[in-house]
Nanobody
């Protein structure tokens, strides 16, 4: 069983940067990913990282989103640069592919002008 805790969200100005974190036991031995759900929309894939650190970012987010591991802290980070209003939403981490019983509360990101 993996318990995942997301953190790092909050209010950020458009054009700014934000780093989200996902911590939990067992993360280092699993392919992980970030997902997000904007208001009124379905949850969508953002980025993934393999056990060995190979990454992939959703096509329309490349260049602004970066996913990385901290093996020492059993953590996966999501760096968001040049944030846009459409980045507003709840960000979740989960395995890749996601497991239904691993969804946590997520962390809210709100982009302001």
């Amino acid at each position: 069983q993996v318990q995942l805790v997301e953190s790092g969200g909050g209010l950020v100005q458009a054009g700014g940067s934000m780093r989200l974190s996902c911590a939990g036991s067992g993360i280092n031995s699993r392919a992980m990913a970030w997902y997000r759900q904007a208001p009124g929309k379905q949850r969508e894939f953002v980025a993934r990282i393999s056990i060995t650190g190979v990454t992939s970012v959703a096509n329309d987010l490349r260049g602004r989103f970066t996913i990385a591991r901290d093996y020492a802290k059993n953590t996966v980070h999501l760096q968001i640069n040049k944030v846009k209003f459409e980045d507003t939403g709840v960000y979740y981490c989960n395995t890749n592919p996601p497991q239904s019983n691993y969804w946590g509360q997520g962390t809210q990101v709100t982009v302001s002008s």
